[in-house]
């Protein structure tokens, strides 16, 4: 089983919906969970993160978590072409001395369609 | 505040020479990791380094290494490279605070490496 599970897609949403991306994690010990969104030919770039159970609002974007599910994932509400790229879902643990170790997700990539 | 940058951006080598990767964190970050990235794989973790010591490492060859300076600038080094070695390393920096850690990782623009 891997560590972060993301279904690579593609996703292909209208404009103007909202698009659900999701991701599971194998480790119950994760602490903190992060969406990364990457345009084709760039670099990933943090959009969200969370750390407790619940959601998340920030503009158009919710990041939602579940611990006792072992999922997060990320709502993205009236989407928009600019929205088109890869959402790479990532998962913090924090290990003893105060050591932490952070996996990715393959990433969904996500079509909004105009 | 100026972000990541890594140096070079592209580099062309052949199958048995080795490499070396620079990556200037943002001011005041301390860890650096470094990661690969393929189409097949994803982003695949190499190491982080805090203060210059290696806090932790991925599960690729000892081919691969690196290292931090004290102004938290640090190398990655891939000696004797293969075909497969060929992809995107990226670089990214976080600010640690104490034990809560702080998972935000600030990525640079990459170095994309071919191996020919």
């Known amino acids: 089983q891997k560590e972060v599970e993301q279904n690579s897609g593609p996703l292909s949403v209208p404009e103007g919906a909202i698009a659900s991306l999701n991701c599971t994690y194998s480790d119950r010990g994760s602490q903190s969970f992060f969406w990364y969104r990457q345009y084709s030919g760039k670099s990933p770039e943090l959009i969200m993160f969370i750390y407790s159970n619940g959601d998340k609002e920030d503009g158009r974007f919710t990041a939602q978590l579940n611990k006792a599910s072992q999922y997060v994932s990320l709502l993205i509400r009236d989407s928009q072409p600019s929205d088109s790229a890869t959402y790479l879902c990532a998962v913090n643990i924090l290990r003893s001395g105060g050591y932490q170790k952070v996996t990715f997700g393959i990433g969904t990539k996500l079509q909004v369609i105009p | 505040k100026a972000g990541v940058t890594q140096t070079p951006r592209y580099l062309i080598k052949t199958r048995g020479q080795q490499v070396t990767l620079s990556c200037s964190p943002i001011?005041?970050?301390?860890?650096v990791s470094w990661y690969q990235q393929t189409p097949g794989q994803g982003l695949q973790f190499l190491f982080e380094y805090f203060s210059e010591t290696q806090r932790n490492k991925g599960n690729f060859p000892g081919r691969f290494s690196g290292r931090q300076f004290s102004n938290s600038r640090s190398e990655m080094n891939v000696s004797t490279l293969e075909l497969g070695d060929s992809a995107l390393y990226l670089c990214?920096?976080?600010?640690?605070?104490?034990?809560?850690?702080?998972?935000?990782?600030?990525f640079g623009p990459g170095t994309r490496l071919t191996v020919l």
């Open positions: 001011s005041g970050h301390r860890s």
């Open positions: 990214a920096s976080s600010v640690k605070k104490g034990l809560a850690g702080g998972g935000e990782q600030f």
